[in-house]
């Protein structure tokens, strides 16, 4: 039995890892079948998403940054619809505190930040590290994620090998416990496809227990990722099976959360693999 503490919310699982259904309310984000509102969102409930992932901006390479009005207006009535049909976690995926608090006051549980708490304008466009020290380092969101007892998703960005990783990783989960964010509370990501090279993503791939020592719950975001296209030369609309193989490996050797586009899919692996361990 798995368990994870999504927010205030003790969530378990009897499979091998938790299923995190991602919900683009987006018009440019690079898959376009996961882009959709409210109806994908309840689809994906449907499907048993264990959380939803809900994001207003993409963070794709080439992604056009929108304000924190636009960000509200495309997520929040997402996220209201679905707190009036269901109690599922919902994590929101974006790099700015006033979303993040507007969005945790319509009943959402963690934080699902690309920049690890840096802010907005710690990531290029295209997906890579910004210049050191932009984004300032934001005390204020992690104190507000420890008073209003959600979670948070670290990730790294940028070209790392797994020790560079899980060295940044570390640095900033013990930025989040110096101001008061629960050690249950911190979730890590290695920001698979976010500037690194095919042979990094495979190596964090196959290694998710060498980030911090294990410490803390990792997420892989594999799902139809570039990576997944270098290795069987498909489009992302044909990547479903690479990415199924990919995140069956990545649960294998350790990973507690997979991020992905196809729910249903993904429960059918993590079934079989429940059945055959």
């Given amino acids: 039995m798995q368990q994870i503490n999504f927010g205030l919310k003790t969530c378990k699982t009897d499979r091998p890892a938790f299923v995190m259904g991602i919900v683009n309310a987006t018009p440019d984000s690079f898959y376009d079948k996961s882009r959709g509102g409210a109806e994908r969102a309840l689809q994906l409930i449907q499907e048993g998403a264990d959380i939803l992932d809900i994001g207003g901006e993409s963070t794709r390479p080439g992604y056009t940054p929108v304000s924190?009005?636009?960000?509200?207006?495309?997520?929040?009535?997402?996220?209201?619809?679905?707190?009036?049909?269901?109690?599922?976690?919902?994590?929101?995926?974006t790099t700015k505190l006033e979303v993040f608090k507007a969005a945790a006051s319509e009943g959402c549980d963690v934080w699902n930040d690309v920049t690890a708490?840096?802010?907005?304008?710690?990531?290029?466009?295209?997906?890579?590290?910004?210049?050191e020290?932009?984004?300032?380092?934001?005390?204020?969101?992690?104190?507000f994620i420890a008073q209003s007892g959600t979670s948070v998703?670290?990730?790294?960005?940028?070209s790392a090998n797994l020790k560079t990783v899980s060295d940044f990783l570390k640095k900033r989960a013990d930025f989040c416990l110096?101001?008061?964010?629960?050690?249950?509370?911190?979730?890590?990501?290695p920001g698979i496809g976010f500037g690194k090279t095919l042979e990094e993503n495979l190596s964090l791939i196959k290694n998710p227990l060498e980030l911090c020592e294990g410490k803390y719950p990792v997420l892989?975001?594999?799902?139809?990722?570039?990576c997944i296209g270098d290795i069987t030369g498909r489009a992302a609309e044909d990547r479903l099976y690479g990415t199924l193989a990919a995140d069956m490996i990545s649960v294998q050797k350790g990973a507690k959360i997979?991020?992905?586009?196809?729910?249903?899919?993904?429960?059918?692996?993590?079934?079989?693999?429940?059945?055959?361990?």
């Avoid at 924190?68 to 995926?93: A, C, G, T």
């Fill in 178 to 189: 110096a101001n008061g964010i629960a050690n249950e509370k911190i979730i890590v990501d």
């Fill in 220 to 226: 892989m975001a594999l799902s139809r990722k570039r």
């Fill in 133 to 143: 020290g932009a984004g300032e380092v934001s005390e204020a969101s992690a104190k």
């Fill in 68 to 93: 924190v009005e636009e960000e509200l207006s495309r997520i929040l009535p997402v996220i209201r619809e679905v707190r009036r049909n269901s109690d599922i976690p919902i994590s929101i995926d």
């Fill in 258 to 277: 997979i991020r992905v586009h196809d729910v249903s899919s993904a429960i059918d692996t993590l079934n079989v693999m429940k059945f055959l361990k």
């Fill in 153 to 158: 998703i670290l990730m790294h960005t940028g």
């Fill in 117 to 131: 708490l840096y802010g907005a304008g710690a990531m290029n466009a295209d997906g890579t590290a910004g210049i």
